[in-house]
């Protein structure tokens, strides 16, 4: 079974400023590892993704995040946000083999302040 | 990448009654899934809609109250029955695609409160 886990409800910054989404996750097999944005009133839209590779993977909108194996943690990162970039976060696992289920976190709610 | 389109977007229903959302997909998809967003919680799968075949749903939820169709590839509908103000969530379809179907595509979902 695998379980996400995302440390931060709420992450206020000032736009311009870097920001740092953590998530760490927990799983007895190898898995993905996926992010995800929610504008308000809307769907989940894919970020960026990491399905093998290089662990330093980039997405859209300037984003990225880094796959630390040992550390089981995935943590998103862009280095300079926009007021645009306020929304929810999802972080999202999928067991490599077996079947398509994900488990996704509870969310950070990003707010990007003038 | 896949579109898929839900309606109603947004529905006020009374206790008691029943709804049906619609998911449409703009590709033949083996697997369509469909999940709830509780308010300010995360994403908790109700079932897989397999075209063919029964549903497979997810601990804690039974056909009796979230009964699913899947007719034909691109379609399936997800019906929130006998509905109680704890229902009041957005249902959201959503299917794999992309690189080795690793990839989520989700629909705009369907916001429902119940009085």
């Known amino acids: 079974a695998q379980s996400v886990t995302q440390l931060d409800s709420q992450v206020p910054v000032f736009e311009e400023a870097p920001v740092e989404l953590r998530c760490n996750y927990s799983s007895s097999v190898s898995v993905y590892l996926f992010w995800y944005v929610q504008y308000p009133n809307q769907g989940l839209q894919l970020l960026l993704k990491y399905l093998s590779g290089s662990t330093l993977v980039k997405g859209i909108n300037g984003f990225e995040a880094e796959f630390n194996k040992s550390q089981t943690s995935f943590h998103l990162r862009k280095p300079s946000v926009h007021i645009s970039d306020t929304a929810e976060y999802f972080c999202?696992?999928?067991?490599?083999?077996?079947?398509?289920?994900?488990?996704f976190g509870t969310g950070t709610r990003l707010k990007v302040l003038a | 990448s896949a579109v898929i389109s839900q309606k109603p977007s947004r529905d006020i229903c009374q206790r008691g009654t029943s709804l049906t959302i619609q998911c449409q997909v703009d590709?033949?998809?083996?697997?369509m899934f469909w999940y709830r967003q509780q308010p300010g919680q995360s994403l908790t799968l109700i079932a897989t809609?397999?075209?063919?075949?029964?549903?497979?749903?997810e601990s804690g939820f039974v056909i009796d109250k979230f009964p699913i169709s899947r007719p034909n590839l691109t379609f399936s509908t997800l019906t929130v029955s006998n509905m109680s103000p704890e229902d009041s969530s957005i249902y959201l379809c959503?299917?794999?695609?992309?690189?080795?179907?690793?990839?989520?595509?989700f629909g705009e979902g369907s916001r429902l409160t119940v009085l």
């Open positions: 999202a696992v999928s067991a490599i083999t077996g079947t398509y289920k994900y488990i």
């Open positions: 809609a397999n075209q063919g075949s029964e549903a497979t749903y």
């Open positions: 959503s299917v794999p695609s992309g690189m080795g179907l690793r990839e989520l595509f």
């Open positions: 590709s033949q998809v083996t697997m």
